[in-house]
């Protein structure tokens, strides 16, 4: 009996789970509707919900958002109002923050997070899986010397969003050919499943 309830246990919790995750994350983008004039919003115009729409649409803004950001009109737009938001005090900080952070992690040309390391954490007689997000330059690498260092990131688990970063020699490091979202699976799933396999390059 115990072993049966098991068996289901493990083949309706992450059913459940994953089906909790896209209905929450699915409820919360269908709210960028109400953005939307009433007069138009789709649950006053049809007789019933129709859960995802805000999904739709969401895919539908940004995709449109690259196409004109990728044009010569579209980029003078955004320059402007880059320039706009830049000068309005506290919210100049907070974007200027978030915009050099998007761009470093979502760039294609960017490095960071594209390398999964093995470093030292908490002690020297154990290893931590960590990303890689930058080399160490400017006024940090003048005073850390001669040595190369970088910057590495290292999530906890089972929640990755939030970690401990900090600087460590690179011949202190052990450069893994695995994926960013392999190593990912790892740490959420607590070891349970092994980083193996190559890494897409």
Known sequence: MKKYLLTGLLVWVPLGITLWV???????MD????LLPES????????WHI????VILTVVVVLCTGLLARNVLGQRLLDLTNGVLEHIP????????????????????????RKVLLVHF????????????????????AKLGGE?????????????VNGFYFYVRRID???LDISVDVALKSIISMGVVAPTGSADK
């Open 51 to 54: 859960p995802g729409l805000g």
């Open 122 to 141: 908490p002690h020297t007689q154990s290893w931590a899986l960590a990303f890689q997000t930058s080399v160490a330059g400017g006024e940090i690498a």
């Open 40 to 47: 138009i919003q789709p649950d006053n115009l049809l007789p």
């Open 148 to 160: 190369e260092y970088v910057g590495v990131f290292i999530p906890t688990t089972p929640s990755p």
């Open 22 to 28: 896209l209905n929450l994350t699915i409820d919360i």
């Open 173 to 175: 490091t052990i450069e």
């Open 90 to 113: 506290v919210v100049n900080s907070i974007y200027k923050s978030v915009k050099q952070v998007s761009d470093t992690l979502l760039s294609s040309q960017g490095n960071s997070f």
């Open 31 to 34: 709210r960028t509707l109400l």
